[in-house]
């Protein structure tokens, strides 16, 4: 890899974080813009977990790691600890890749 | 907002992300051995984490120029890849700074989790993006060098399970945000259409539709 290319790829990922929040400077968006965009959080949220967990290089697969996020998901419903959920998402993917 | 709570805020978010650290320490590890192993230097790789600072884009990096990829490829994927940084930013605009050195910084520590986390109020806290942000970015800065620096040692994160613990961290996120049957019904769409379109399209772009649908679909 060249420092070109770093230079670029570390170019265009700034950019993409900075551009909005420069370009919109002290304005606020407006309120149903606002509202819009905390709309995606959740169907966002729920694409990025199904494509890390239920895809493997493009296809669909399952594997102890969606097994793994279910029932961190089932215990974090219960019991609304985030670093619970965490260890138990581990510890079951741990153990099934262990079966 | 005064500085005190400022501070106390970014402590939180520092707090509330330091449960991944560890995975994210391992996915540095991860990237620094493999860039290595493709002939990236390491001081290359570990700058490349601490600018681009997004593991999906890097990855996708090595990816193509393990394939001969020409560098508009590259940049075509991270582009894809990091589009919705663009809608991240938006969102997280108003809580941002006003002095445009800082707001860049603060900007920079943007990451799926860091504005999940930052938005967790209902109203961006740019204190949590910051803390949260800052866990990630040196977990992952420091875990590439020391990958580049040391290649081969512990590269398999998968053993201990740490890698469920990024999207199970995710999907806490999501549930806490699950109030109506819309929501829900919108989570479900989310993932189904992702998973869908995955096998047709190149990585990073299953993620961009969902988001366009969403900001299209939803106005509630």
Redesign the interface.
């Known amino acids: ?1 060249t ?4 230079a ?3 170019a ?3 950019t ?7 370009l ?1 400077a ?1 304005r ?2 407006p309120p ?24 493997a290089r ?3 697969h399952v594997d ?2 969606a097994a ?2 279910a029932v ?2 089932g215990v ?2 219960v019991r ?1 600890s ?2 619970l ?11 099934l ?1 262990l079966v | 907002m005064n500085a005190v709570t400022d501070d106390a805020r970014i402590i939180d978010g520092a707090r509330l992300a330091a449960p991944f650290a560890a995975a994210d320490f391992l996915d540095g590890v991860a990237f620094g051995v493999v860039a290595v192993g493709l002939g990236v230097g390491a001081v290359q790789a570990t700058v490349l984490s601490a600018t681009a600072f997004s593991g999906s884009a890097q990855f996708a990096s090595l990816t193509v120029l393990g394939d001969h990829g020409s560098l508009l490829a590259i940049l075509a994927a991270v582009i894809a890849l990091n589009a919705r940084y663009l809608v991240f930013g938006a969102s997280v605009a108003p809580s941002l700074s006003r002095n445009p050195f800082r707001r860049i910084a603060e900007a920079q520590m943007l990451t799926d989790a860091s504005w999940a986390l930052s938005l967790r109020g209902g109203r961006p806290n740019r204190a949590v993006l910051v803390g949260a942000g800052l866990v990630s970015f040196l977990t992952w800065t420091t875990g590439t060098a020391a990958g580049a620096a040391f290649g081969g040692v512990l590269d398999d994160t998968s053993a201990v399970g740490l890698d469920a613990a990024l999207p199970a961290f995710f999907v806490c996120l999501m549930i806490e945000r699950l109030r109506t049957r819309g929501d829900v019904a919108a989570a479900g769409a989310g993932a189904l259409l992702a998973v869908a379109l995955a096998p047709f399209v190149p990585a990073g772009v299953p993620l961009l539709v969902v988001l366009a649908t969403a900001l299209v679909l939803r106005s509630a």
């Open positions: 890899m420092w070109a290319t770093i670029a790829v570390a265009v990922c700034i993409l974080r900075v551009a909005a929040p420069l919109l002290d606020r968006l149903p813009v606002e509202r819009r965009l905390n709309a995606t959080v959740v169907p966002l949220l729920a694409a990025l977990v199904a494509v890390q967990v239920l895809t493009g296809e669909p102890a790691r793994g996020v961190a998901a974090f419903l609304r985030l670093l959920a965490l260890v138990v998402a581990a510890a079951v993917t741990a153990a890749r």
